[in-house]
């Protein structure tokens, strides 16, 4: 039972306010949002907190990635899983044969396998720990010609809300050309979750001429939280 594992210590749960540091309390009040079972015992990091797709908006994208997938796709990789918002959601939809899971920090990686058994979506996910970069060209290259890489890198810092155009460029720690480069290497087929500002002409120009690579803004409560671009021959509306 999830319950009944041992946190580390940099991992939390947190049941009031009182409890929570300062920088993350905006957060705290949007929990059930993040996580809608929450209250059940769900773990964050503080640094988690900020990461987190919020649970409608991963829902919205499992779903659209899920009924949009080319033939013959049958993996999803998520290349950044955090705490589980996005792999968590992609389990549920009962679409793939197998979520694979990469997150670098160790304890968020236990935060996400911890929170997929609350999900009750544990048994569809493997996990691994490490560079998602390494991991596709290593452990899961094999699985290139079945999968759909999902990744929603670092935008490098909360700089990015204050930025009428955001600089894909100069984005922290991975740029779009360092993303393009390694996930078009290992399939045609992957969606970026980008700030909600990216600057549009940067993501247009990794897309070969007379092909097409939609962009979805995913909104919650009226307000555009992100984009997802989709590379490759996704079969969107």
């Given at each position: 039972?999830?319950?009944?594992?041992?946190?580390?210590?940099?991992?939390?749960?947190?049941?009031?306010?009182?409890?929570?540091?300062?920088?993350?309390?905006?957060?705290?009040?949007?929990?059930?949002?993040?996580?809608?079972?929450?209250?059940?015992?769900?773990?964050?990091?503080?640094?988690?907190?900020?990461?987190?797709?919020?649970?409608?908006?991963?829902?919205?994208?499992?779903?659209?990635?899920?009924?949009?997938?080319?033939?013959?796709?049958?993996?999803?990789?998520?290349?950044?899983?955090?705490?589980?918002?996005?792999?968590?959601?992609?389990?549920?939809?009962?679409?793939?044969?197998?979520?694979?899971?990469?997150?670098?920090?160790?304890?968020?990686?236990?935060?996400?396998?911890?929170?997929?058994k609350i999900y009750g979506v544990d048994k569809q996910?493997?996990?691994?720990?490490?560079?998602?970069?390494?991991?596709?060209?290593?452990?899961?290259?094999?699985?290139?010609?079945?999968?759909?890489?999902?990744?929603?890198?670092?935008?490098?810092?909360?700089?990015?809300?204050?930025?009428?155009?955001f600089n894909l460029r100069t984005m922290e720690p991975?740029?779009?050309?360092?993303?393009?480069?390694?996930?078009?290497?290992?399939?045609?087929?992957?969606?970026?979750?980008?700030?909600?500002?990216?600057?549009?002409?940067?993501?247009?120009?990794?897309?070969?001429?007379?092909?097409?690579?939609?962009?979805?803004?995913?909104?919650?409560?009226?307000?555009?939280?992100?984009?997802?671009?989709?590379?490759?021959?996704?079969?969107?509306?």
């Open positions: 039972m999830a319950d009944l594992e041992e946190a580390p210590p940099e991992v939390h749960h947190y049941n009031e306010l009182y409890e929570v540091p300062w920088d993350i309390q905006n957060y705290w009040s949007q929990r059930h949002r993040i996580f809608s079972k929450y209250d059940e015992g769900i773990w964050l990091t503080d640094d988690a907190w900020f990461g987190v797709t919020a649970e409608p908006v991963a829902n919205k994208i499992a779903q659209d990635i899920a009924e949009a997938a080319p033939a013959g796709r049958s993996i999803l990789i998520d290349a950044f899983a955090g705490a589980g918002g996005n792999t968590i959601a992609f389990a549920k939809t009962g679409k793939w044969k197998r979520v694979y899971a990469i997150e670098k920090n160790p304890a968020v990686l236990k935060c996400a396998k911890h929170n997929a996910i493997t996990w691994f720990e490490g560079d998602c970069f390494e991991i596709l060209k290593n452990q899961l290259k094999d699985l290139a010609p079945y999968s759909i890489i999902f990744a929603s890198p670092p935008w490098g810092g909360p700089g990015y809300r204050s930025d009428e155009v991975y740029s779009l050309e360092v993303l393009y480069r390694e996930y078009s290497a290992f399939t045609k087929h992957f969606a970026l979750f980008l700030p909600r500002t990216s600057d549009l002409q940067q993501v247009a120009k990794y897309v070969p001429d007379g092909c097409q690579a939609p962009v979805i803004h995913y909104c919650m409560e009226g307000h555009s939280k992100a984009l997802c671009v989709f590379y490759g021959n996704f079969n969107m509306s």
